[in-house]
């Protein structure tokens, strides 16, 4: 079991591609640009799995003055998040020639 | 400035890993927070922004016996996708499960729905009529109850029961594998003699065919008035027997001490003459309660004690009563339903009591050494 490779849930796609095209960004500004795809409630589970598989990782925002009391995390693609979104791009364009 | 969810963030500390609430729930609290200062004061969007930040943490707690059971600070060592993979595998198995109990439910309800006889019922309505004659004569004194259960008792008897079971050849399956004491039970629980509004009594009786239903109601009607009627004439013939049988005696007593009386010239001691006074009284008051007997007894041949009349004649049934063949799909499929959710409740507590265990086992050995 150990030498199968990670999956890739939709979500885990769509928030890869988010990251990949907008640069780093925070759970709630993911779900804002995903147009209604993502939940608040879950974003952060999936983020949480993603960091385990380690597709992305996250740093805490910088102390901000205003203090909103919690740190935030700020999210970015890994080269391993990078090479999945790529092999998932690639197999979805091959299976696309096969389909011809 | 006070911020919004610091209940919900002492909450979820209280609950949960310590590892999920930083990786999770605070940043879920977090972004709620950063959406309402960016309302400012806006009070529709605080609002729609608290409302919002609610849901997504009372959805987490929710979910959280199945999401974080195995989250990835907890089970360390642990490649995150196979613990995804196994939790994916298990969630198969369970609507697997759930599926294949539901689809067995409700096929077991259908089959026995269309399996199962349809139940049809006919009823008959009779009333007491109170007596044509004055009741000190008839001596009727007991209740609609009391005269129902006395009635009721003699035509549920077994030679009344299984004398309708022959004549109307009813439960010919049963009857041949059961005995006969069985049969008339059954017979006993589908025939419901109940008291109804203003002195009224309704006989219902439930079978699996319509016409020998109508059939059997209007009998036990009949036997109900019939043998209510017998049972009247029955207690009024034995009274008057019992009175007769009561006079001769105490003429006879009177007629010895009456003869002592002329023997002894009209002289009797003082204890006979009290005892020839009583008996005189008594014999008096016999007498009396005979006319009152005869005249029961003559109002009962005459049909003018009080009787049952039959008010609403039985009818034949034309639907089927109880659940139809649908309701009983229904409840087989609830019944899968059960089922699953019971196994996998079954199966949950035995996997958490087995993770416990080792859990303890792991730590007793840390301890140790």
Known sequence: MSDLPPTLPPKELLILELLAARGPLHGLGMVEESGGRLKRGTVYVT???????GFLVSEQEPPNPSAIGLPRRIYRVTGLGERMLSAWHNFKKELAWAGR | MKMPGDWLLAIARALLDQAIVSDVVEPTIADLRAE??????????????????????????????????????????????????????????????????????????????????????????????PSNVPGFLTGNVENLGARLRSTGNIVAS?????????????????????????????????????????GTFVIKYTGTHPKTVLKVTEKVASI?????????????????????????????????????????????????????????????????????????????????????????????????????????????????????????????LWRLLRERRADLARRRALAQG
């Open chain 2, 36 to 129: 309402w200062l960016r309302a400012d004061s806006n009070r529709v969007a605080r609002l729609r922004s608290r409302v919002r930040g609610y849901l997504a943490f009372w959805s987490l707690l929710a979910m959280s016996p199945f999401v974080f059971r195995r989250w990835p600070g907890r089970t360390p060592g642990v490649p995150f996708w196979q613990i995804q993979r196994s939790h994916e595998m298990r969630w198969r198995t369970r609507i697997q499960l759930v599926t294949v109990l539901l689809i067995v439910g409700l096929a077991g309800g259908y089959v026995v729905g269309r399996v199962r006889p349809p139940l049809y019922q006919s009823s008959a309505v009779l009333k007491l009529v």
């Open chain 1, 47 to 53: 983020l949480g799995r993603m960091e385990a598989k």
């Open chain 2, 158 to 198: 077994r030679t009344r029961l299984e004398r309708l079971i022959t004549d109307f050849d009813l439960y010919p399956r049963e009857r041949q594998s059961w005995i006969m004491e069985d049969v008339v039970q059954k017979m006993r629980n589908d025939l419901d003699i109940d008291e109804g509004p203003g």
């Open chain 2, 224 to 348: 109900f008035a019939d043998e209510r009627r017998r049972e009247q004439e029955r207690t009024a013939d034995d009274s008057m027997a019992f009175l007769e049988s009561r006079i001769d005696e105490t003429g006879a007593r009177l007629q010895r001490i009456s003869a002592e009386a002329v023997q002894n010239k009209g002289a009797l001691s003082r204890p006979r003459q009290l005892e020839l006074e009583a008996v005189e009284a008594s014999y008096k008051n016999l007498l009396m309660r005979r006319e009152d007997a005869l005249a029961a007894v003559n109002a009962e041949s005459r049909q003018l004690g009080e009787q049952f009349v039959l008010l609403d004649a039985a009818q034949l049934p034309e639907q089927p009563i109880g659940m139809s063949p649908f309701t009983y799909t229904l409840l087989g499929g609830v019944a899968g339903l059960d089922l699953a959710i019971v196994i996998m409740l079954g199966v949950w």
